[in-house]
């Protein structure tokens, strides 16, 4: 009998003991039907869409340059200018060979016109019977010499104009031009290379011009990534150069190839940029946009519990006393928000505190974060 007592007298104690406890106290969020999108942040620089160096053409000494570094510059526009006395010399005396040529030119000409009158006038007298045939052979003899003497005197005529514009040709060269290929507009010095009174030689980078607006960015993504990505996707960007702003892009190149060593692909998107706050060479953080989904169940990213090698969550009962156990399949992760999915279908209220003391069908009251972090 006395044993009887004992154990009726702990009865409320084992209950504890066997784990049965009063309704655990938790935090609720409300589960959402939304848009949802897959991001991913990269790290990248920003490089100049063209990148053209401005070269001399020919050697010399610089004479002067008439842009410096910021300067906006046109295509074709003059960069600078070399030491032009000795081939404005060469151009003079080229200019002079040609005179001579032409002179040349004319006393062939006149040559040939009285050879072939002399020729003309033996075959008469021949005919007549005053002039020998000897003399008509003469006579023709002198007239295809003066026709050579009028080829000679053409094709150097043709040599002293092309030494002519060959010297003007150098002349033009001393002018050195930022001559581009494609697309128009200005475009910036970002370096300058030579100062005035160096020598320069044939094809010496003197300036480096770039190109703006818009500016290429460069990032690199992952295998996992790769096929999520298309050009004409969209991407923001930011900087440390201008805290809490945002620049808008679009992707318009994905490499063919991956690299062995790192094992991403080369991704490039445009910027405009058409206040040029942007610089190439800039640090930036850059966020893709991999997936989209317009109808996703979300619910807080604290609100996921593993249990059993399954990933669930607790949603509130009807009576808002209980819970019940559902498991879930996560798919997108924006932030702190997650979509999942469920054969029963994830609504209402789901439990973003208190979680890991329930199980299915566990007795809940809802409380105020203080509350429930004491029972933690």
């Known amino acids: 009998m006395l044993s009887l007592i004992v154990l009726l007298g702990c009865g409320s104690d084992a209950k504890e003991t066997r784990g049965e406890k009063g309704p655990v106290p938790v935090e609720v969020a409300q589960v959402e039907v939304g848009r949802i999108e897959l991001r991913r942040q990269l790290s990248g620089s920003l490089q100049p869409s063209a990148d053209f160096y401005a070269a001399s053409r020919t050697s010399g000494q610089v004479q002067e340059l008439r842009v410096r570094v910021s300067d906006p510059v046109q295509r074709g526009g003059v960069v600078a200018v070399l030491d032009d006395a000795d081939l404005v010399q060469q151009v003079r005396q080229a200019e002079a060979e040609v005179l001579v040529a032409k002179a040349n030119l004319s006393e062939a000409e006149a040559r040939m016109e009285i050879a072939a009158k002399e020729s003309e006038r033996a075959q008469q007298l021949k005919g007549r019977g005053i002039s020998s045939e000897a003399q008509v052979d003469t006579a023709r003899a002198e007239e295809l010499s003066a026709e050579a003497g009028l080829a000679v005197a053409n094709a150097q005529i043709a040599r002293a104009e092309a030494a002519l514009q060959s010297a003007r040709i150098e002349l033009d060269e001393t002018m050195v031009r930022a001559n581009w290929t494609g697309g128009d507009g200005d475009r910036i010095v970002a370096e300058r290379l030579v100062d005035e009174g160096d020598v320069v030689s044939a094809n010496q980078p003197m300036f480096r011009i770039v190109d703006l607006s818009p500016l290429l960015g460069i990032v690199r993504v992952t295998e996992r990534d790769y096929p999520r990505i298309n050009p004409g996707d969209p991407v923001t960007i930011a900087t440390d150069a201008y805290p809490g702003e945002v620049f808008s892009g679009t992707i318009t190149r994905i490499a063919p190839v991956f690299s062995e060593q790192s094992r991403q692909a080369r991704v490039e998107f445009e910027v405009e940029n058409p206040d040029y706050r942007l610089k190439p060479g800039m640090f930036v953080r850059t966020s893709l946009v991999l997936e989209v989904k317009e109808e996703a169940t979300i619910i807080p990213d604290g609100a996921i519990v593993r249990r059993n090698d399954e990933n669930g969550i607790f949603l509130l009962g009807a009576d808002r006393q209980t819970v019940s156990w559902h498991p879930v399949v996560i798919g997108i992760r924006e932030g ?41």
């Not at 979680?355 to 203080?370: F, I, T």
């Open 336 to 376: 702190e928000r997650v979509e999942v999915t469920s054969a029963e279908g994830v609504s209402g209220e789901v439990i973003t505190v208190g979680q890991q003391l329930l199980n299915d069908g566990s007795k809940v009251h809802l409380a105020e974060s203080e509350d429930v972090e004491t029972s933690q």
